[in-house]
């Protein structure tokens, strides 16, 4: 079965950076664009950004240019989402979650990770 | 960037009874040269992540219950929860998947009455 299993909760200064990861299981990794969404306290759903785990080719939200990057590691069938310059209101529940259609980018979200709460706080 | 608006922000329903949420797109989803509509509805519980209800505006997702039900073109979508159970207390979510960026709706916080 299709799992995302991301990792652990966070506590990080303004100014600093953080790396969530998510390691996929279940499909073949390389198969499916894995996209980011993150959810602040409360709040709605926001589409951070996609990155192609077959070529590594990623496309961020406007808002996000220049602040997060998208990696993966295919060896680990890992994604990885780094924001840097982090301020309190990126304080956020932060979701990966796949697109079923290969070779899609953009597409509906049919699993998803069970999210890492990354809270910037100093 | 395309807005998804959804109606009303919350509801109160009675067990077994219908519940019907809505969402307007600022322009249309429905892609001309395949006729679909790119145009998803997920469910959200609290302390979990979102879970894919509904995608082509229509189509249900395997293992979803039938009483989930979703209609509309264009720029005007409905879900419909025929039925209300207990379970189906959540908020939920639509999401256009027509353009960059991806958007969601404000969400709509669905009770029991």
């Known amino acids: 079965q299709v799992q995302l299993v991301q990792s652990g909760a966070e506590v990080k200064k303004p100014g600093a950076s953080v790396k969530v990861s998510c390691k996929a299981s279940g499909y073949t990794f390389t198969d499916s664009y894995i996209h980011w969404v993150r959810q602040a306290p409360g709040q709605g759903l926001e589409w951070m950004g996609w990155?192609?785990?077959?070529?590594?080719?990623?496309n961020y939200a406007q808002k996000f240019q220049g602040r997060v990057t998208m990696t993966r590691d295919t060896s680990i069938s890992t994604a990885y989402m780094e924001l840097s310059r982090l301020r309190s209101d990126d304080t956020a529940v932060y979701y990966c979650a796949r697109d079923p259609t290969p070779a899609i980018s953009i597409d509906f979200l049919d699993f998803w990770g069970q999210g890492s709460l990354i809270t910037v706080s100093s | 960037d395309i807005v998804m608006t959804q109606s009303p922000d919350s509801l109160a329903v009675s067990l077994g009874e219908r519940a019907t949420i809505n969402c307007k797109s600022s322009r249309s989803v429905l892609y001309s040269s395949n006729n679909k509509n790119y145009l998803a509805w997920y469910q959200q519980k609290p302390g979990q992540p979102p879970k894919l209800l509904i995608y082509w505006a229509s189509t249900r997702e395997s293992g979803v219950p039938d009483r989930f039900s979703g209609s509309g073109s264009g720029t005007d979508f409905t879900l419909t929860i025929t039925g209300l159970q207990a379970e189906d207390v959540a908020v939920y979510y639509c999401?256009?998947?027509?353009?960059?960026?991806?958007?969601f709706g404000q969400g709509t916080k669905l009770e029991v009455k």
């Open positions: 999401q256009q998947y027509y353009g960059t960026p991806q958007t």
């Open positions: 990155i192609n785990p077959n070529s590594s080719n990623t």
